[in-house]
């Protein structure tokens, strides 16, 4: 099984060198999309296991920004796994624990549902910070978001709780708050 993930991985990345030499002389938005579909499908066999309900926008935002979160190091849970959060009623995309600090790692493509999140962790501020996987680490709460116009009230209620929140794109990865 390890041997058929190992060639289907290559065979992979070499079909998306292939498509990124086409596209540098055709330059398609549709060859860009399945340059982006198959890099996923890459990630995919390497660790990130996608749920099927979850929107390949959605995926590929969280597995980003989850990249870019661990390049000092740390253990990534995907879906709160083995920390006990959802017990209490919270369950982040993913839980980056790090020696100093343990992340939460939240991605809304919608804005209405990220103030609404932004509103279930400020109403379960105190059994969060009660976690055991949090006993001597700070908290980080980081939002990755689709669209970099966020609201006035997102950003009050972010402000409240001191969340951080990222602009993810196909291309790249910046702070907003």
């Known amino acids: 099984m390890q041997r058929d993930t190992e060639r289907v991985r290559k065979e992979l990345e070499e ?13 398609f938005k549709s060859i860009e999309r399945a ?9 995919e066999l390497k660790s990130f296991r996608r749920k099927s309900t979850e929107g390949l926008d959605h995926y590929s ?4 920004l989850i990249e870019e979160l661990m ?15 959802s017990k209490i009623g919270y369950r982040p995309d ?8 343990v992340i939460f790692v939240e991605i809304e493509t919608d804005q209405r549902r990220l103030l609404r999140k932004l509103k279930k962790i ?10 055991p996987i949090l006993t001597g680490r700070r908290l980080r709460i980081v939002f990755g978001v689709l ?6 009230e997102v950003i009050l209620e972010a402000k409240k709780l001191n969340v951080e929140i990222y602009a993810v794109s196909s291309d790249s990865i910046f702070i907003l708050l």
């Open 15 to 27: 079909i998306v060198e292939k498509l990124e030499n086409i596209n540098r002389l055709v330059n």
């Open 35 to 43: 340059i982006e579909e198959l890099r996923i499908a890459v990630r």
């Open 61 to 64: 935002a969280k597995v980003k």
């Open 71 to 85: 390049k000092g190091g740390g253990t990534c849970y995907l879906e709160s796994e083995q920390t006990k959060l």
């Open 94 to 101: 993913a839980v980056i624990v790090k020696d100093d600090e």
């Open 122 to 131: 400020k109403k379960l501020w105190d059994r969060i910070i009660q976690s």
């Open 147 to 152: 669209d970099e116009r966020i609201g006035k």
